[in-house]
Structure formats: structure tokens, C-alpha cells
T-cell receptor, first 117, second 115 residues
Framework: ELKVEQNPLFLSMQEGKNYTIYCNYSTTSDRLYWYRQDPGKSLESLFVLLSNGAVKQEGRLMASLDTKARLSTLHITAAVHDLSATYFCAVDTDRFNSGGSNYKLTFGKGTLLTVNP | DGGITQSPKYLFRKEGQNVTLSCEQNLNHDAMYWYRQDPGQGLRLIYYSQIVNDFQKGDIAEGYSVSREKKESFPLTVTSAQKNPTAFYLC??????????????FGSGTRLTVV
């Protein structure tokens, strides 16, 4: 059974500081996604990482993927209050290894990020 | 504009009632999914469907049922057998994937509360 573990689950940081959220997963994955969720809202797609060594950046957020270590990171640079939200990683796998016809997303529990002034 | 529409946004269920959550997409996506979200639990997969007239159980299917009679629609029924249905429910869809076609679209969610 695929397990996706995020840490930390709660993160309180000051504006201007840097921090990293970690996402470990237990089996081979085809893709890894990062999502943002604001309270009471749906998911907003941030990044999709396709291959080992992939790095993507958008504003103050940068995501990377190490498939050998089964680890993805979401790095926050010089945090601002607007980044306060819950961040999820999700692993996309072909559940029955059926050649791309039976994919599903398995999510971590999320990291609640609070950026304080 | 293409997207996924979930309705209603808020739903109240009495004890012992069945309720149905609607999910409709006009993206021509093949696969559709239902997730349940509880505080601190992340999103857990209830059911998913890769093609019309076929669906599979996810990790927490007990107390739920689905149908996929049309490509565009994937309604979720929360039955009276689901003892703790209060949660936020998200529907998603994705195109049936080849190696370079991927991505998921999520609806805006339905918040179900037992009263």
C-alpha cells in the first residue's frame, strides 16, 4: 500500500524566513504534485514533477523531486503572509501497473503553514 | 469555460438519510474521482471511475455508492451506513493518460454536515 508522509504537519514561521516542507512516499511513482488549499476552498495546483532531479519554481516556492530517495521538497523563500495555507503533496500512481489506464492520486496529510508578520 | 461543477455547496443530512452529491464535468475527461477530506487527514479516495459504467473502490468506500452512466457525471451517494459522514467532499477528473498527458482538475467541493 502506497504511503505518503509529509512533515512537518504544522509550520509557523515569520515573514522573511525560509523553510522546507518534506514529502516522502513509499513506492515508485510516475508523477508528484504539490497543491495549495485555502480554508474552505478547493485545491490549487502548484507544481507537477515528472522525473528525477526535476525542479520547478514559482515566485517564493520551489519544488524538487528525488525519485531514488522517494522524496520531494517544497522550499519557501522569504515567506510572506499571503503564503499562509495548507500545502499537500500527492503521488500519482498506476494502481495496477496497467500501462497508464488506472491512475489515482494518493495525498499526504498536508502541512498547515502560518506566516506571521 | 470547461471545468467541474459540484453541487450543492453545503448539504445537511439527518440521521438515517441517504444523500447524493453531484459532480459534473465538461472537460471530456475519462476518469473521475471522489475524495473525502477531514481535518488533519488529508484527502482520502472514496471511489473512482476510469470509464463509463465502470468504477472501483478507493481506500474508504464503505457507506458510499457511485454510478457512472454518463462520461460527464459521477454522483456520490452517502448512505445511512456511513456513520460519520460530516466532511468536505471533493470531486476530481483527469484525462485518461498516456506517458505525456496528465493532470487533475478539482471541483469546488461540497460540505456535508449531519444534523
Amino acid at each position: 500500500e502506497l504511503k505518503v508522509e509529509q512533515n512537518p504537519l504544522f509550520l509557523s514561521m515569520q515573514e522573511g524566513k525560509n523553510y522546507t516542507i518534506y514529502c516522502n512516499y513509499s513506492t515508485t511513482s510516475d508523477r508528484l504534485y504539490w497543491y495549495r488549499q485555502d480554508p474552505g476552498k478547493s485545491l490549487e495546483s502548484l507544481f507537477v514533477l515528472l522525473s528525477n532531479g526535476a525542479v520547478k519554481q514559482e515566485g517564493r516556492l520551489m519544488a524538487s523531486l528525488d525519485t531514488k530517495a522517494r522524496l520531494s521538497t517544497l522550499h519557501i523563500t522569504a515567506a510572506v503572509h499571503d503564503l499562509s495555507a495548507t500545502y499537500f503533496c500527492a503521488v500519482d500512481t498506476d494502481r495496477f501497473n496497467s500501462g497508464g489506464s488506472n491512475y489515482k492520486l494518493t495525498f499526504g496529510k498536508g502541512t498547515l503553514l502560518t506566516v506571521n508578520p | 469555460d470547461g471545468g467541474i461543477t459540484q453541487s450543492p455547496k453545503y448539504l445537511f443530512r439527518k440521521e438515517g438519510q441517504n444523500v447524493t452529491l453531484s459532480c459534473e464535468q465538461n472537460l471530456n475527461h475519462d476518469a473521475m474521482y471522489w475524495y473525502r477530506q477531514d481535518p488533519g487527514q488529508g484527502l482520502r479516495l472514496i471511489y473512482y471511475s476510469q470509464i463509463v459504467n465502470d468504477f472501483q473502490k478507493g481506500d474508504i468506500a464503505e457507506g458510499y455508492s457511485v454510478s457512472r452512466e454518463k462520461k460527464e457525471s459521477f454522483p456520490l451517494t452517502v448512505t445511512s451506513a456511513q456513520k460519520n459522514p460530516t466532511a468536505f467532499y471533493l470531486c476530481a477528473s483527469s484525462i485518461r493518460r498516456s506517458s505525456n498527458v496528465y493532470g487533475y482538475t478539482f471541483g469546488s467541493g461540497t460540505r456535508l454536515t449531519v444534523v
